[in-house]
């Protein structure tokens, strides 16, 4: 039906494989004000590590794959690593440090949603930042350290 073009299309696909994490919850000192540097607020972080784990699904052998609890705890110790005052920073700090852990992984899709404080609360739900960056993207060295 789609002739030359969609035989093109077809070779192009990559298939890619996904790990994910979704809603893990922190409670940590991130924003602008200064109120926000000394009172904790609630994080949300849902990730996606991309790679190809063929390897892992046939030996079923966890070193032949990213282990999420090992995510979970580079996450939990890059939240609390360093005062950020932007949500943007502080994702792609993240995503950064994820790259630098886990070698198998070449892209990665993170979602990190600030939850209100009580007073912030009558203003919005949530605000949130979605960063996606394959491994070799030179803008994650851009992120502020």
């Not at 000192?29 to 000394?38: I, K, L, W």
């Not at 994080?43 to 990213?66: H, P, Y």
């Not at 939990?76 to 360093?82: L, Q, T």
């Amino acid at each position: 039906m789609f002739g030359r073009i969609g035989k093109v299309f077809r070779q192009s696909v990559k298939f890619v494989d996904s790990l994910f994490l979704k809603g893990l919850r922190y409670e940590a000192c991130h924003g602008v004000e200064a109120f926000e540097h000394q009172t904790p607020q609630v994080f949300e972080i849902s990730v996606e590590l991309r790679g190809n784990f063929d390897q892992a699904m046939m030996d079923d052998d966890i070193s032949a794959t990213v282990d999420y609890d090992a995510v979970e705890r580079c996450l939990d110790r890059e939240i609390h690593a360093k005062i950020f005052q932007l949500i943007e920073s502080l994702a792609a700090h993240l995503v950064k440090r994820l790259f630098e852990e886990f070698s198998m992984v070449m892209e990665i899709r993170l979602e990190l949603i600030k939850k209100p404080t009580s007073w912030e609360k009558k203003r919005y739900h949530s605000i949130g930042f979605c960063l996606e960056r394959q491994r070799h993207d030179t803008r994650l060295s851009l992120a502020g350290e």
